[in-house]
């Protein structure tokens, strides 16, 4: 029975303890158990105190017969559930044929393609981030298990084999991630709806369009509990830390493709009639207070995918860019309408759209996608509200980049955007906010209709939410749409850091440590969703745009040529590969004709072409948005249908720390993730905050007189662009590239930090040809010991080789303590100097504790009163502060006014 017992290495120690917190974040630790009839699945939780069983018939391979006895087991009765079968399944000369097969972290799914099933099992998980005391897992491993007992019949079929080895090429440990206390397919916003903090679980279902083991579940849907559910997103998790002098900050970016009309750069562009776009993803961007528990959260959300409409490009064709053709032409916009209405429905109005193609080219390629989105906003407002209308803003990112400009003008444009849609927060609103706020913080939008709360003179509400979304798009939705979005995730980070109460302005410099950390996760979501849609990392990256034209090099070339050869070779197994996966192509219900003998999967996206009956035909051309969306905008209709049902109550702290555990610094999570202080901050600076504008690692062995002059820098960055917006914003606007500076900005200053390194880096002849050697004396004052103040600098006191007589005094002190202390046990032998000495020498005690020594400590009595405010202490730390008086809050007011 020791073998039947064995429990994976995680778990070997927590079987010990019998006392462990009890606690339910979904079973996150399986152990599979076979006889020649079947499987036996024991999952349990984290701290192994509670168990199910999953019983899975092997019989019948083709069918899918699994039993979940919805019962929950303590240790005591599993093991004797365990003993049971194990003697059940004993056989001739009492060998037992119930053995253990393999341990893991979570079930994935079933699948089947031509005979029988096969279970999907996740062996080896990563941590990559935490969300309030919850864990995010990347997937490395994981193994197929087949169901039927004489596995040579399955491997004789060489079609079986084909399929199997198709389904395996799309690698479960490339960028799979899942969550077994936090729902990772829906908003920060979403599962925080119920509550100001994490302590609750979802328990309803999870946003599907998300969801890449959608069909592999969907057998088990209905048939057992949802803790055995574990629902995986594709895309990319990041997470790094804002050290904020010893405030810990986590920024979390997730990054969620859709499943929805996936695949393959050329081979998936547009739409489909049900509206869903290729190339879909929503990236949110979450900021976390950890000194306030679980309750100081911040998110944005903004999404990316393709123009919606009926359009291709032929990527067989020899040709570095192939030509971009309306294939379809929809007079009602009838696509676009139910893609738009998929979006206001799931986050609400205003929809911002930021179109980034070309449009003005001697011949038209890019300009043909600006016209057909044009046109379907165009029409679909006609029968939107004035202040729902989808706001539409046109910008030539190619061309503004050419003059040097295309991040500023990209900064504009993101904060008159953000500025519509608001976002996040899990808190109140800060007292110095309601009465000396910054301009551009007090103009982003506050969603009407919030709960407010009273302090007397004065009511505020108790957090913000984000209504609508921003929708970046370009050709490819790779390379310049990256870029605009962290553009528009810097400008949020400002204002989520002033709203956390870290800063005194939601404005941050390019070139701050905080900014240059967003920027790289930015760059690693970017590289990882190319080379997911188009086979090879970002062609051009946010450095690129910082120069006057994009500028090229070997890994340029070397990009464009890997990602011209996926897109030519290999793209249409990787389709059929994510057709098989996602369920959109089913072997056992289209066995007369094979995957690989398609010649297009165009009809298994548009299955009416077989089956008229079937087509999404609109209701009214017209009235294209349904009114269960239209009666709750501008909130989103997903919001407005959750209960507090869906939700079940989760130990956190419990599940987060492990208490129960021994546990050491090196194995803690945050401490591992990148940080501000270690990774970003330069050895040569005196400022630890994150926040504070740096110089470029080029621009740092110079003096400061020698950087370029102000009205230089001026002069490169004349070119400013601005918007010229529509103030009804009925069919948006272009930005204009001919506009001055001084229009772009209206009312706020651009961060000129980013200007002079710029400015710097694109003019290298400015640089003197002689350096003089203080220049590279700073420059090699690197080092941890450079980082921070010296002594002298700190307290205004030289530390020097103490005198003769302080040296005197000190040998005194040091044999007055080695007499104090010294054993007199064996004294006998010694002069009677050194006797008397050694026994004259005696402290005397002068502590306010009645005994203490270096062993051990006597606590003094603590009164009462004494005892509560260490209690009110405590509880205001766990808890929320109280409310303040109405006198305390005049008094707090009239001293604002002072100042």
Sequence with gaps: MEQIRELPDELENVSEKTDAPDFDGGLSHLVLYETPTRYYIVGSNAVQSRFKVLKIDRSEPKELVIHDDRVEYNEGELADLLTSLDQGNRGKGNK????????????????????????????????????????????????????????????????????????????LSSNFYYSHSYDITHTLQHNMALGNNLELVSGGEPAWRFVWNEYLLKQLLG???????????????????????????????????????AGTR???????????????????????????????FTSFVQIRGSVPGYWSQEGSKMVPKPPIVIHRHDPFSASAGAHFRDLLGRYGSPICCL??????????????????LLGAIGFLNQFLPADQHIRYTGFD???????????????????????????????????????????????????????LVDVGFVSFPAFRQQHGTIRINCVDCLDRTNTAAFVVGKCVLGLQVYALGLTDSPHLDFDTDAVRMLEDMFEDIG????????????????????????????????????????????????????????????????????????????????????????????????????????????????AAVQSIHHYVPFDAFAAHYKTYQLGSFKEIFTSLIPNTIGDYMPTTTHD????????????????????????????LDSGTVSANFSSDGTHGSDFDEGMSSSEATEGFTLDRGRSQSRAFQTAPSRIPSKMPSSAFDNAARTGFRYKFKTFEETYGVKLKEPS????????????????????????????????????????????????????????????????????????????????????????????????
């Excluded at 179109?355 to 057909?372: G, I, P």
């Excluded at 504070?692 to 007189?705: E, G, K, Y």
């Excluded at 009677?832 to 306010?848: A, G, Y």
Aim: charged share 25%; hydrophobic share 35%.
């Design 527 to 638: 590289n990882v969703l190319a080379l997911q849609y188009g086979g090879s990392q970002l062609v051009h990256r946010v450095d690129s745009y910082r120069q006057h034209g994009w500028g090229t090099n070997s890994k340029d070339w070397m990009r464009t040529i890997s990602r011209y050869y996926s897109n030519t070779f290999s793209d249409f197994e990787k389709q059929a590969a994510i057709n098989l996966f996602l369920g959109v192509f089913e072997p056992a219900a289209l066995h007369r004709v094979h995957l690989w003998d398609l010649q297009t999967d165009y009809f298994l996206h548009h299955p009416w072409i077989h089956d008229p009956s079937k087509h999404p035909r609109a209701k009214s051309y017209s009235q294209w948005l349904t009114p269960d969306i239209t009666h709750r905008l501008p909130a989103a209709q997903e």
């Design 266 to 296: 050329f081979l998936k562009r547009g739409a489909n009639p049900q509206g869903h776009v290729a190339n879909e993803i929503e990236v949110e961007q979450i900021l976390h207070d950890t000194t306030h528990r679980n309750r100081r």
């Design 355 to 372: 179109n980034l193609v070309k449009k003005r080219e001697q011949r038209k390629h890019e300009s043909l996608l600006t016209e057909e």
């Design 397 to 451: 990112m190619s061309r503004a980049n050419k003059r040097g400009v295309a991040l500023d003008n990209l900064e504009v444009i993101a904060r008159r955007l953000v500025k519509h849609c608001g976002f996040f927060c899990s808190f109140p609103e800060l007292f110095c906010h309601l009465f000396r706020c910054d301009p551009f913080y007090r103009d982003v939008q506050r969603v009407p209709g919030e709960e």
């Design 804 to 899: 003769a007589m302080d040296r005197q005094l000190y040998q005194r002190y040091a044999k007055i303590y080695h007499n104090a202390t010294r054993d007199l046990s064996g004294v006998a032998s010694e002069k009677l100097s050194d006797r008397v000495r050694s026994s004259s020498t005696h402290l005397v005690q002068r502590s306010v504790f009645t005994s203490d020594s270096s062993y051990g400590v006597t606590p003094p009595t603590v009164n009462r009163r004494s005892r509560e405010i260490y209690r009110d202490f405590v509880e205001r730390g766990a808890k929320d502060p109280e409310r303040p008086s109405v006198a305390n809050m005049e008094m707090y007011r009239r001293f604002i006014s002072l100042t």
């Design 688 to 715: 630890p905050s994150p926040f504070t504008a740096r110089s470029r690692p080029a621009m740092s062995i110079l003096p400061v007189a020698m950087l370029p002059s102000a009205t230089s820098v001026d002069r």
């Design 96 to 171: 037992s044929t119930f053995v253990r097969r393999l341990s893991a972290f979570g079930l994935l799914g079933f699948v089947r393609f031509l005979e029988g099933y096969f279970m999907v099992l996740v062996t080896k998980r990563r941590k990559v981030a935490t969300i309030g005391y919850h864990f995010v897992y990347k997937i490395e491993e994981t193994e197929t298990v087949p169901l039927a007992a004489d596995i040579a019949a399955v491997a004789s079929s060489p079609h079986e084999q084909r399929y199997h080895k198709t389904f395996q090429s799309i690698d």
């Design 223 to 261: 048939n057992i509990g949802n803790d055995w559910i574990v629902p995986v997103i594709h895309g990319y998790v990041c997470q790094s830390e804002i050290t904020v002098f010893s405030r810990c900050v986590l920024l979390t970016v997730l990054a969620r493709r859709s499943n929805r009309f």
